[in-house]
């Protein structure tokens, strides 16, 4: 048959917000760091000193499925991408990210959302 190609069922919008708000969550709780009390100072102290270099090293890789969606929101036009950030990592704050409005704003999230789910 002419039609036996496997077919990808199309993401709809409700199942992207649900993938969207796991992504935000992860960056944002990324973005906050560990906290004051994740750790004492005595034991910070009873760490070698290792100095590291210019660069510093990345000691955190992210899920794949983090991954994923970062390549898909990196390939967004920049709107967009400021858009999803005030969306799902800033929880809504607009104004943070330099929309003038709420209708600029959600024109931009609602385009980055349509152009996530082709």
């Known amino acids: 048959m002419q039609h036996d190609l496997p077919i ?24 906050q760091g560990q906290g004051y009390a994740s750790r004492s100072a005595c034991d910070r102290l009873s760490e070698p000193f290792t100095p590291r ?3 510093g090293t990345r000691d955190h890789i992210p899920p794949d499925h983090i991954n994923r969606y ?12 400021r858009a999803l950030r005030a969306q799902y990592i800033c ?3 607009w104004p943070l990210m330099g929309f003038d409005t709420e209708k600029t704003f959600l024109y931009w999230l609602r385009r980055a959302e349509i152009a996530l789910t082709c």
């Open 70 to 81: 970062d390549m898909k929101v990196y390939c967004l036009a920049h709107d967009c991408r």
């Open 91 to 93: 929880k809504g704050q």
């Open 8 to 31: 990808e069922p199309m993401m709809n919008i409700k199942q992207l917000r649900v993938e969207l708000k796991a992504w935000g969550r992860y960056w944002a709780s990324q973005e």
């Open 53 to 55: 270099g210019c660069g």
